[in-house]
């Protein structure tokens, strides 16, 4: 197989299709570093973060599984366009972990089917506690070498309405298990201060990648609470690629033309702690896994063979990932690869909604009374950003999630002015029409 591997690698170009990552919640609640305005008040649990959660391996497995599962169950859902597509799965699932742990009857069923959340409030909250502790110590580098690194700094923060009564079962929930109180804004008299405190912490937290992450129609003065959560993730390979060796190759599209794209190269041997490649050939593709440095992290690359992309994509779940991770085998293999950035921006709110959950988008039928005691605050927004660079040097990649949450007030009437038009101008005293017109288009 090894001979075949080779081979392969040899002659074709290799395809990005899924960089598989593992991320956790770090316990960074600081705001952006060097902005100007002041950090809004804190309202916090009086209760610490606890910081040595007791779960099974087992429940910790499944936990990981079924995270991965709504991963792919949302890949499938907004990856149906020839668009590149780049998110990060975690940080949805623990915004949104922190939003169901106020989630109540129905609406708390239908969260937990959709993100896979298979068990108990109190455990699941607890996992993902784990989780967090576990990853929170992967930042490393090389004092003898700065092109060796790997950042890693995950945050969660809550913004609430300053004068809104939180339960405190749901802000221990917070502090216990996110290391997160609500910071108090004002939405209702200063929506577009609040929109911009939360963006000024986000682009801190992701160092800029990702500035405006919510937009002025997303935050209005009817916003009583926003989850957010962000990651920032800044690697280097594990074994170098030489920037002096980059050509200009050739990429095949799926719809058999080509277009002529910078390839990368890597330098012979294994890295400084040992990193080197390893790949698995299965029936209709080849995958590849490229460490980076010091081995806590690795992009796995799956290629499907000429004129099977769809098909491979169509039919990937996460036996499929558990079959290119479980059969890695190290090789010494000659790689070929495409420099690329991307970049996406989603609001999930139908696609939530259509994969299970439209109770919690509903006002007057979601059910959050374990935030507030009330029935009043449902979901308006799920705001979702993501890029990446891919280079010579490494990986630069940042995430960040909102579920921005309203209070329930009797539906508008809602009016878009999207089709051809007449309107006139007129005296509202005597009536008298004074302009007349119609727009059959604007633009």
């Known amino acids: 197989m090894a001979t075949a591997i080779l081979q392969f690698l040899k002659t074709v170009s290799v395809s990005i299709f899924v960089a598989i990552f593992l991320f956790a919640c770090s316990n960074d609640n600081s705001g952006a570093s060097g902005s100007v305005e002041p950090t809004p008040e804190l309202l916090a649990s009086s209760e610490s973060r606890e910081l040595a959660p007791v779960n099974t391996e087992s429940e910790s497995n499944q936990f990981v599984a079924d995270n991965t599962a709504f991963a792919i169950d949302l890949y499938h859902a907004i990856g149906d366009d020839d668009e590149n597509l780049f998110f990060s799965p975690y940080s949805i699932s623990v915004t949104m972990a922190m939003t169901w742990?106020?989630?109540?009857?129905?609406?708390?069923?239908?969260?937990?089917?959709?993100?896979?959340?298979?068990?108990s409030q109190g455990k699941?909250?607890?996992?993902?506690?784990?989780?967090?502790?576990?990853?929170?110590?992967?930042?490393?580098?090389?004092?003898?070498?700065?092109?060796?690194?790997?950042?890693?700094?995950?945050?969660?923060?809550?913004?609430?309405?300053e004068d809104y009564s939180f339960l405190d079962t749901y802000l221990d929930t917070l502090m216990i298990n996110y290391g997160a109180g609500i910071r108090l804004v004002d939405f209702i008299n200063n929506p577009e201060q609040a929109r911009?405190?939360?963006?000024?912490?986000?682009?801190?937290?992701?160092?800029?990648?990702?500035?405006?992450?919510?937009?002025?129609?997303d935050v209005t003065n009817m916003a009583r609470l926003v989850l957010t959560n962000t990651i920032y993730f800044n690697a280097?390979?594990?074994?170098?690629?030489?920037p002096d060796q980059t050509y200009d190759g050739i990429f095949?599209?799926?719809?058999?033309?080509?277009?002529?794209?910078?390839m990368m190269i890597p330098e012979t041997g294994s890295g400084e702690n040992g990193e080197s490649y390893a790949a698995f050939e299965g029936s209709d593709y080849i995958a590849v896994e490229l460490p980076y440095y010091g081995n806590a992290?690795?992009?796995?690359?799956a290629v499907p063979d000429i004129g099977s992309f769809g098909t491979f994509e169509q039919n990937l779940d996460s036996s499929v990932i558990d079959d290119i991770i479980n059969n890695l085998e190290h090789h010494d293999i000659i790689l070929r690869m495409p420099k690329f950035e991307c970049e996406s921006r989603f609001n999930l709110s139908d696609t939530l909604s259509e994969m299970g959950m439209p109770d919690a988008f509903l006002s007057g039928v979601a059910d959050f009374?374990?935030?507030?005691?009330?029935?009043?605050?449902?979901?308006s927004e799920v705001i979702h950003q993501a890029n990446i660079t891919v280079d010579e040097s490494g990986t630069e990649a940042a995430a960040a999630t909102a579920v921005v949450m309203y209070n329930s007030v009797p539906?508008?009437?809602?009016i878009t002015i999207d089709r051809p038009l007449i309107y006139m101008i007129r005296d509202n005293q005597t009536g008298t029409v004074l302009f007349l017109g119609r727009v059959k288009n604007p633009a």
């Open 101 to 119: 742990a106020g989630a109540r009857n129905q609406t708390e069923t239908q969260v937990a089917d959709t993100l896979q959340f298979n068990f």
């Open 196 to 217: 911009l405190d939360i963006n000024d912490w986000v682009a801190g937290q992701t160092e800029n990648r990702i500035e405006d992450l919510l937009s002025q129609n």
């Open 411 to 414: 539906n508008p009437l809602e």
């Open 369 to 379: 009374s374990g935030m507030d005691g009330t029935l009043d605050l449902f979901i």
């Open 252 to 262: 095949y599209l799926e719809d058999g033309t080509t277009v002529t794209t910078p």
């Open 297 to 301: 992290f690795s992009m796995v690359i």
């Open 236 to 242: 280097s390979w594990g074994i170098p690629f030489d």
């Open 124 to 161: 699941l909250h607890s996992l993902f506690n784990e989780l967090d502790l576990n990853l929170n110590d992967r930042n490393q580098d090389d004092p003898g070498n700065s092109d060796n690194y790997l950042k890693l700094n995950i945050c969660n923060e809550v913004w609430g309405q």
